[in-house]
């Protein structure tokens, strides 16, 4: 539709389906089908002529490093295009319409290759260290783009700016318009329905989605160089975006909505291989960082995404957790003398944490909003410089101030010391592997107290709570004590994850849990873990977690930028997907009216 401006009133006129470039449908298909093809060709090709340029990218016959993701953004759109002919074998991809996916993986195959080509040229110094397979895979990448963009879509109707708007005004709106052009081209339309599976082919199906996504975070977390990993990010961004247009994500989650338990015990069996494909341990310490961090963002979820309150202090539960364990763990330094069983020492972390997450909540939790944001601050900002200043001088000489409680022994559980390596099934597992699978059944433990609560009768009064306080004490809700028992909850679950990462990091000081820092974890990036990964779902926050927690990991070149860019990045993310990337269902409904409502919604939204 366009809009026809008269001097006392705008006009909506139908306009015919197009393209943002104006060629022949048939020849914009058949120009991104062929330009997804011909990048995948050009991966094989020499992209320059030294091996300065990490990856070695001047082999023909073979790609290497960028290439693989180049083939991989081509192939995707080569798929999409054959299933918008309606290929046999290759339908199922687009159960919502290929065109949408079509632009999306074209600009993945782009995105990856012009950066690739910029890199080389930035890093060599000159345009002469481009072999002319770098510049085929340019030229072949951009005709994919642009026959993906000139491919037809149905136009939004659109009102024309208010004559008597000032010229500032007019502009804005006029970009408006334009935007709202824009995601009307990447629309998809309603899901074709599924073909009835026996339930031994859809949990096959799970186990291979699992599989393969096992296969990406393992890919993602062991890129050994910068650039290897932006184009990382750079595909699996768009790659997802495309997925999901396609339909293939909405798909997959009706699979393991109706699998649950089957969905949930083959994703930990897939995380737990994670470790066994390592041959260095600073990825297994990495995935184990990234697990403890996860599982906080988790026990978050509980106060922010089910109930509503917004803790600006939790990482201070975590710290509870951490130096509890460390005082009762034989550390030299704690002034205890006690060395007690892994197990008595997680308990009493999730009892102080508990407990500190009572004495907390029980004065300050009759507050709302910003004032409740505050207080939880206050209290992070507390703890932090009560561990500072119990140093022996400032204070009773209980936690070693600054420098923290160090030599912390590792982990002996029933004879398995957790500090040395050991050969299983042929597997060696080293000291980070062996903490990566004991936090792993950590996280299995508050994945199921997170699942259970919500979805029992006081996981629906905190859902009612973030709904409407008010109109939930007017059915009868204590709203004080269900919104306690979110906070000690809350509170406990990182208390056990704290007891881990005591063992893990072998020092706890203070400034490991600060309000905001470059480096998780800290309460600002668990927050924004639980925003972005979608506010009450379980999937969610481990997501964000996992996500928030790598990339600033291997962000660090960018150096005193790299919070600037990261935060940009967020920015445009929660601007384009504002319910997180795994969205609760019930959020996702309010932010898009105009989405099609789930035929069954849980007891907690998702």
Excluded at 51 to 61: C, N, Q, R
Excluded at 499 to 523: E, I, K, L, R
Excluded at 559 to 564: A, F, I, K, S, T
């Amino acid at each position: 539709m366009t809009t026809t401006i008269t001097a006392d009133t705008a006009k909506t006129t139908p306009a015919p389906d197009k393209g943002f470039i104006p060629l022949p449908e048939k020849t914009a298909r058949a120009l991104a089908t062929v330009g997804g093809a011909l990048t995948v060709l050009s991966s094989f090709l020499a992209w320059t002529w030294t091996s300065a340029f990490p990856g070695d990218l001047t082999v023909y016959g073979y790609p290497g490093g960028l290439q693989w993701l180049a083939l991989i953004g081509g192939a995707l759109t080569t798929a999409f295009g054959l299933a918008s002919y309606g290929v046999k074998g290759f339908r199922w991809l687009a159960p919502s319409g290929a065109d949408a996916a079509i632009k999306l993986s074209a600009l993945a195959a782009f995105a990856v290759v012009w950066y690739t080509v910029i890199a080389i040229v930035v890093s060599l110094g000159a345009i002469v260290d481009l072999e002319p397979g770098a510049g085929i895979a340019a030229v072949v990448s951009l005709l994919a783009v642009i026959g993906a963009f000139a491919l037809p879509f149905e136009r939004p109707s659109l009102e024309g700016p208010d004559p008597d708007d000032t010229g500032w005004d007019k502009f804005k709106h006029e970009a408006g318009n334009k935007w709202t052009t824009v995601k009307a081209s990447l629309a998809s339309g309603p899901a074709t329905p599924a073909r009835a599976l026996p339930s031994w082919a859809e949990i096959l199906l799970i186990a291979a989605v699992l599989g393969l996504g096992l296969t990406v975070f393992t890919y993602g977390i062991t890129t050994p160089y910068q650039e290897l990993f932006i184009g990382f990010l750079l595909v699996t961004g768009f790659g997802a975006a495309a997925l999901n247009k396609a339909g293939l994500m909405a798909r997959v989650t009706t699979l393991t909505a109706r699998h649950r338990n089957v969905a949930l015990v083959g994703a930990f069996a897939a995380a737990a291989a994670f470790p066994l494909t390592q041959t260095d341990d600073q990825y297994a310490n990495l995935g184990v960082n990234i697990l403890i961090f996860a599982t906080v963002a988790l026990g978050l979820n509980i106060v922010v995404g089910l109930t509503g309150l917004l803790d600006l202090g939790y990482v201070a539960f975590l710290g509870v957790g951490a130096y509890t364990a460390a005082l009762v763990s034989g550390s030299p330094n704690s002034p205890f003398g006690v060395q007690l069983p892994f197990w008595a020492a997680l308990l009493a972390g999730a009892a102080a944490s508990m407990i500190f997450g009572v004495l907390i909540g029980a004065p300050t939790l009759r507050l709302r909003g910003d004032y409740l944001a505050i207080v939880t601050l206050g209290f992070g900002e507390i703890f932090r410089i009560s561990m500072n200043n119990l140093d022996g001088v400032s204070g009773p000489d209980v936690t070693n101030g600054p420098n923290g409680v160090a030599n912390i022994p590792n982990i002996n559980l029933f004879g398995f010391d957790f500090g040395a390596a050991h050969t299983i099934a042929g597997f060696t597992i080293g000291r980070f592997a062996n903490y990566f699978l004991l936090m792993l059944l950590i996280t299995l433990i508050v994945v199921l107290v997170f699942r259970r609560s919500a979805e029992s009768r006081i996981g629906r009064a905190w859902v009612a709570i973030r709904e409407d306080e008010t109109a939930a004490e007017a059915m009868g809700i204590n709203g004080f004590r269900v919104k306690l028992i979110a906070f000690a909850l809350g509170a406990t679950l990182a208390g056990l994850a704290g007891v881990v990462q005591a063992h893990v990091q072998y020092t706890v000081t203070p400034d490991q849990y600060q309000f905001a820092n470059a480096v998780p974890p800290n309460s600002a990036f668990l927050l924004a873990a639980v925003v972005l990964g979608g506010m009450g779902t379980i999937a969610g926050p481990l997501v964000g977690g996992s996500l928030l927690f790598l990339i600033p990991n291997k962000l660090q070149f960018l150096g005193e930028y790299q919070l600037l860019v990261f935060g940009f990045a967020l920015i445009v993310l929660m601007r384009l997907r504002p319910e997180g990337l795994i969205p609760n269902r019930r959020n996702q409904l309010e932010l898009h009216p105009d989405a099609a409502a789930p035929t069954v919604l849980g007891k907690a939204g998702v």
